[in-house]
T-cell receptor
């Protein structure tokens, strides 16, 4: 089955700096890659996604890149703000299943 | 949205538990996930038109139901301490819910936190 690895597990950045979270996947058939933000005690919320026919997608301060050849994709958050502090999960969709990474705890230092 | 009940639950090892999920209006597919503390959600199974149409690596003591109104139950028998986790359901459309054109409608409930003592 699909295996999604996510790095780093924790990340602290100064407010205003950029944060990058990286994921790799194993199943070449995976064709959709969403990113979720989960605040403490709350449900995962979709923040951005990318499909396999696209290499990059941007939504305001958030961008995602996908390298299908290398089977890795990354989340980029620019101009970080305190409210960006949360756990972020990457995920891959293949074989009718949504497989999550292990999560990155992002802390924004004021 | 997607609603789950109860929000919190404490059970004793060996007991059985039933968790409930009401899907978002218009969604006919429900998936269940187990999220242990500090980990990502793990896929348990998915239901479409009252039948299971996908399953993760969970033992048979994890079972489910989907009802004609598309709501769903997750049942866990013979509870073990390691079953302590946040259980999330997600609803979506289409049955082949993870087809690329439909996943964007994937909506999570707020979860049930199960503690097994």
């Amino acid at each position: 089955g699909e295996n999604v690895e996510q790095h780093p597990s924790t990340l602290s950045v100064q407010e205003g700096d950029s944060a990058v979270i990286k994921c790799t996947y194993s199943d070449s058939a995976s064709n959709y890659f969403p990113w979720y933000k989960q605040e403490l005690g709350k449900r995962p919320q979709l923040i951005i996604d990318i499909r396999s026919n696209v290499g990059e997608k941007k939504d305001q301060r958030i961008a995602v890149t996908l390298n299908k050849t290398a089977k890795h994709f990354s989340l980029h958050i620019t101009e970080t703000q305190p409210e960006d502090s949360a756990v972020y999960f990457c995920a891959a969709v293949g074989n009718e299943k949504l497989t999550f990474g292990t999560g990155t705890r992002l802390t924004i230092i004021p | 949205g997607v609603t789950q009940s109860p929000t919190h639950l404490i059970k004793t090892r060996g007991q059985q538990v039933t968790l409930r999920c009401s899907s978002q209006s218009g969604h006919n597919t429900v998936s269940w996930y187990q999220q242990a503390l500090g980990q990502g959600p793990q896929f348990i199974f998915q239901y479409y038109r009252e039948e299971e149409n996908g399953r993760g690596n969970f033992p048979p003591r994890f079972s489910g139901l989907q009802f004609p109104n598309d709501s769903s139950e997750l049942n866990v028998n013979a509870l073990e301490l390691d079953d302590s986790a946040l259980y999330l359901c997600a609803s979506s459309q289409g049955g082949h819910a993870l087809s690329s054109t439909r996943v964007r409608g994937y909506t999570f409930g707020s979860g049930t936190r199960l503690t097994v003592v």
